[in-house]
Structures are given as C-alpha cells and as structure tokens.
C-alpha cells in the first residue's frame, strides 16, 4: 500500500530556479523523510522532519509538514545540473512490534538544465 | 563507513531457476528491509526482518523467501522465478529508535528474469 504521494511526477526546470516538490500522505506519522536517487542507483537520506516539526532546512534544502492536511513539501533553491535526480519521500509509521514501518511514495523526477 | 552492500548488481536468468541475492550491512543495525522498485510504483516492501531469526512479510512478499541467521546479513531467496519479478531490487539498512529513522540503501540488484 502506498502512503506517501508525491507530485508532481516530473518536473523541469534551469539552473538557479527554485524546485518545489510535494508529498501528501493518508495515516499519522512519526515523521517523514525525503531521499534522492540518481538513476538506478540505491536512495540517499536527504532530510528528516519529526511530526512535531513544521519546518526544517539543510543547506539549500527545505521541508515543510502540515500533519493537518498530511502533506510535505521539498524546496530545493538555487538549483544546479547536479541536483537533477529521483525524490521520494518517506513516512515513518509506528507498527506492531515497536518498529517504524517506512512507506515510499513513487517519486518525482527532476531534471535542472544548464 | 556506513555501508550496504548487495551482490549481484545485475543478474539475468531464466524462469524458475533459484537465485540469492545477499545483503551485507556494517552498522550492526537490527532493522533490515528488502523494496523492489517498479516504473510509477516506487519502492515497494517485499520481506522485513526486526533482528535476528525474526522476519515478516511487507507488502509484495509472493515468491521470495528471506533469512536472517546474523545481524550482518539479509538474503533474498527466489526460489522459482518468474517474468513478473523482473524489476529492480534494493536492501535496507535502517537506523530506528524514537522518532528518528534513516534507511541506508544498497546500489541495488536489477534483476531480469526470461
């Protein structure tokens, strides 16, 4: 079952421009997580935001949570070639057993070009 | 350094032929998980394991097997593989306690079944 959807599905953009990523989710959470591919290759921890959290930055990195509407959003400002790549972002869920069961959405494709 | 290392990288084999493919991990992390990841699916959760001779079904677990005989390894077995399973395969290694959750991926295993 997928929680974490994310839009849009692809996205295009030059170099310099800010690129906005969004994430809606559907259960409660114990925080969400955003992650990067670069084709084919396994995802990179990006950034995590607790439940009790409504912003948080990395870098040239920002995340938002909004637990009342069960969305996220990525902000990527400045962006560079190098950032073109895969983010999906992740919701962690408290499951039977104690453990936080992570969820993936289904990504969305950016490309920065030159 | 935090590494995950899964083997093979490709592998292309014929229906019902058994295949393994390993996972190794270097953080002593008792939470492992194994995704196949699908155009417009995302990742998708196959089999998890919480320690040591304690694994459990995810969401797509038809037709794999898993062990986990130590900490260190998570083997993903297909006993009699088919077309459908054709698909790209990641491991996980995930840190987890309270709030804070972080899966570290292996490069993955695309898989190609004729």
């Known amino acids: 079952s997928q929680q974490g959807e994310e839009d849009p599905q692809a996205l295009s953009i030059q170099e310099g421009e800010n690129a906005t990523m969004n994430c809606s989710y559907k259960t409660s959470i114990n925080n969400l997580q955003w992650y990067r591919q670069n084709s084919g290759r396994g995802l990179v921890h990006l950034i995590l935001?607790?439940?009790?959290?409504r912003e948080k930055h990395s870098g040239r990195l920002r995340v938002t949570l909004d637990t009342s509407k069960k969305s996220s959003s990525l902000l990527i400002t400045a962006s560079r070639a190098a950032d073109t790549a895969s983010y999906f972002c992740?919701?962690?869920?408290?499951?039977?057993?104690?453990?936080?069961?992570?969820?993936f959405g289904a990504g969305t494709r950016l490309a920065v070009h030159p | 350094e935090a590494q995950v290392t899964q083997n093979p990288r490709y592998l292309i084999t014929v229906t019902g032929k058994k295949l393994t493919v390993t996972c190794s991990q270097n953080m002593n992390h008792e939470y492992m998980s194994w995704y196949r990841q699908d155009p417009g699916l995302g990742l998708r959760q196959i089999y998890y394991s919480m320690n040591v001779e304690v694994t459990d079904k995810g969401d797509v677990p038809e037709g794999y097997k898993v062990s986990r005989k130590e900490k260190r390894n998570f083997p993903l077995i297909l006993e009699s593989p088919s077309p459908n399973q054709t698909s790209l395969y990641f491991c996980a290694s995930i840190l987890t306690g309270g709030t804070n959750t972080e899966a570290f991926f292996g490069q993955g295993t695309r898989l190609t079944v004729v």
């Open positions: 935001i607790r439940s009790n959290e």
């Open positions: 992740a919701t962690a869920n408290m499951f039977s057993g104690g453990y936080n069961k992570l969820i």
